[in-house]
Nanobody
Framework: QVQLQESGPGLVKPSQTLSLTCTVSGDSITTNYYTWNWIRQAPGKQREWVATITSGGSTTYADSVKGRSTISRDNAKNTVYLQMNNLKPEDTAVYYC???????????WGQGTQVTVSS
């Protein structure tokens, strides 16, 4: 029943800011034992973990984006966000919203949204 859907701008210019939205249905993002993640995959590369926010609100980031990224949530809207500043062409990737429910070791994935960083 848990479904995730990403949305984003598609094309972003270098040095600009990326804002992504993950809308969640089927369960509350504050439910215990959930972690909510942003994961990306660039062409020809393996998937890369970007950021995590737990059901309790704790956040962690990959070293490659730490300092210029913020993962956040709006509990009332049941939505998870990713903001990434100072985008570079290397940030071009498909960005996925992902949830992990540790009680059952289950993973839920959105369909992904393409982000292209280009002038």
């Amino acid at each position: 029943q848990v479904q995730l859907q990403e949305s984003g701008p598609g094309l972003v210019k270098p040095s600009q800011t990326l804002s992504l939205t993950c809308t969640v249905s089927g369960d509350s993002i504050t439910t215990n034992y959930y972690t909510w993640n942003w994961i990306r995959q660039a062409p020809g590369k393996q998937r890369e973990w970007v950021a995590t926010i737990t059901s309790g609100g704790s956040t962690t980031y990959a070293d490659s984006v730490k300092g210029r990224s913020t993962i956040s949530r709006d509990n009332a809207k049941n939505t998870v966000y990713l903001q990434m500043n100072n985008l570079k062409p290397e940030d071009t990737a498909v960005y996925y919203c992902h949830a992990r429910w540790s009680l059952e070791r289950l993973d839920y994935w959105g369909q992904g949204t393409q982000v292209t960083v280009s002038s």
